[in-house]
């Protein structure tokens, strides 16, 4: 038999009501098969949880009195003996098996369709279930690529700006708050456009975040971007470095609250040498 012909099986199977040699074949192909497998574990399923969904319905009394009644009634005495003469009775024909078989086929055809449905049913709700993890690793997936992406144009970015012929670049060192980090500033010295990259800093509380900090000599301390780091202590931030602060300037890095600070209030993490 074909595969899909064994499939047709499997409800019949499920119901018990397959003949010797047809059952006798399906175990054979069940055998080397793990899709029908399955998909005869799930009828079966499907077939406890149609039994446990029916509830057998008992007799009303009057029906049950009128049983006891017919019973009791032919059981009376009957005369002794019985007339001489005996009447012939006209021979009946046989009923027809074919309409109880009938009503059989129907029954079992439908309890088949009930089955299939309730596979259909559980087969679709596995599949949302798998679509929707898909759909969770696609856009976890594209999250990372979407960083992946951010990390590149940064990086690019910082090549451009140390190719740069009015680039600058200072080194910052971790201080005793934070002696294993480092950091290096790159900004050009014509636009401004600077490059912060850290490593080793602790990663912030969750209302707090380090602040970057220009201070000219002679000049009070200019707030620049606030950022955080991840939890290997990187961090990339792009920023603006103010005109004053372009010649004979120290950066550092403080620890301040996440909203930011208008003067330095945390202690300092991060700093270049006093030029």
Known sequence: MEHQEYQELLALHALEALDASEERSLREHLAACPECRSELDEMREATALLAHASTPAAPRDEVRARILDDVRADSRDKPAETSARIVPLRSRTAPSAWPNLLRLAAAIALVA???????????????????????????????????????????????????????????????????????????????????????????????????????????????????????????MVNDQMPLEARQNSVIAITLEPKVGSAAPTGAIYLSSPAS
Do not use: C
């Open 113 to 235: 369709l009930l089955l299939n449905m309730i596979v259909l049913w559980r087969r679709e709700a596995r599949m949302r279930r798998e679509i929707a993890q898909l759909a969770q690793q696609v856009n976890t997936q594209q999250r990372e690529l979407a960083r992946d992406r951010d990390a590149l144009a940064r990086q690019r970015e910082v090549l451009a700006l140390l190719n740069s012929p009015s680039a600058k670049k200072m080194e910052l060192a971790g201080s005793p708050t934070a002696h294993s980090a480092r950091a290096m500033f790159v900004f050009d010295q014509t636009s401004g456009h600077a490059m912060l990259m850290t490593e080793g800093l602790p990663m912030a509380p969750a209302d707090m975040a380090y602040e970057v900090w220009f201070i000219p000599k002679g000049h009070a301390p200019m707030p620049g971007k606030m950022f955080t780091v991840d939890s290997s202590g990187h961090a």
